[in-house]
């Protein structure tokens, strides 16, 4: 393996899985585009000029491998089930109640990560990815530009549409983002369990406990919406790494 290519993916590789994490929707999907985006980048580490830095071709590699997996929907759930009930989204919510049960707290974790894709799903392509490029890898508005070969004029117009689109869906209905909205993780699994919907099976992130923390109620609401984005990965950097080698000394 190259030296300076496996130093650059293993000190970036939380911040890749991040991003390849939220945009392709699962963790399965996402070892795959990071292990596709590697493989690629050795095998065309010649055609690399220099012309830009390498985190920003890997970055680059990785999102167009992620391009593939990218989903839209046009209307949330919620917006789906409220409008053939012909009720609003408050109505909806006031018809459910729910009492805290410790057991569930994991199952809750997990519908929280389906909200997320939901609200990232209704977000179009080029703010998604400029939202995460900035929230996952914390790239500047240079190295974004670089990445998604737009001018720096046009990566601050997307990234400002982009999060404010998210602000918008997250501000009018999460309880996290604003304790006043109705939308609570807690009742979505009631209503689960009501209308006979299959409790998912889920990945633990480590993120959940954070939430509970008293700085999460301080932040501001983009600062809170970027820490929710923020995913912990399911392998570790160095299982991962070992495991692209073991490919690439067979290539």
């Given at each position: ?9 293993q000190n970036k590789y939380h ?5 390849a994490?939220r945009m392709?929707?699962?963790h399965?999907n996402?070892?795959?585009?990071l292990q ?7 095998k ?7 012309k ?5 071709w890997?970055y680059?590699i990785?999102?167009?491998?992620s391009h ?5 929907i046009?209307k949330?759930?919620l917006?789906?089930i409220?409008?053939?009930?012909g009720?609003?989204e408050?109505?909806?919510?006031e018809?459910?109640?729910y ?7 994991i199952i809750i ?11 990232l799903?209704?977000?179009?392509k080029n703010?998604?990815?400029c ?5 996952c890898?914390?790239l500047?508005i240079?190295e974004i530009?670089?990445v998604?070969?737009i ?8 990234l400002?549409r ?11 209905r999460c309880?996290l ?5 109705p939308?609570e ?6 209503y689960?369990r009501d209308n006979?919907?299959?409790i ?6 480590q ?6 923390k008293e700085y ?6 983009l600062?809170k919406?970027?820490y929710?984005y923020n995913?912990?990965?399911?392998s570790t950097?160095e299982?991962?790494?070992r495991q692209?080698?073991?490919i690439?000394?067979i290539?």
């Amino acid at each position: 393996m190259n030296t300076e290519l496996e130093e650059l993916f293993q000190n970036k590789y939380h911040l890749l899985y991040a991003c390849a994490y939220r945009m392709t929707g699962n963790h399965h999907n996402a070892e795959d585009v990071l292990q596709n985006a590697y493989l690629k980048a050795y095998k065309n580490l010649h055609k690399f000029e220099g012309k830009s830095h390498m985190y920003t071709w890997l970055y680059r590699i990785v999102i167009n491998e992620s391009h593939r997996f990218f989903e839209t929907i046009d209307k949330l759930p919620l917006q789906r089930i409220t409008e053939y009930r012909g009720i609003s989204e408050a109505e909806f919510f006031e018809s459910l109640s729910y009492e805290p049960d410790f057991n569930d707290n994991i199952i809750i974790e997990e519908m929280r990560e389906k909200c997320l894709q939901a609200f990232l799903k209704c977000v179009p392509k080029n703010q998604r990815v400029c939202f995460l490029l900035k929230t996952c890898l914390n790239l500047k508005i240079k190295e974004i530009a670089e990445v998604m070969g737009i001018s720096e004029s046009n990566v601050k117009i997307t990234l400002y549409r982009g999060r404010q689109k998210l602000k918008e869906l997250l501000q009018a209905r999460c309880n996290l983002i604003d304790p006043e909205k109705p939308c609570e993780c807690y009742l979505w699994v009631r209503y689960m369990r009501d209308n006979n919907i299959e409790i998912p099976v889920i990945h633990y992130q480590q993120k959940a406990e954070e939430l509970k923390k008293e700085y999460f109620k301080n932040m501001s609401i983009l600062k809170k919406i970027g820490y929710m984005y923020n995913v912990e990965p399911r392998s570790t950097k160095e299982e991962f790494v070992r495991q692209l080698k073991e490919i690439v000394d067979i290539l």
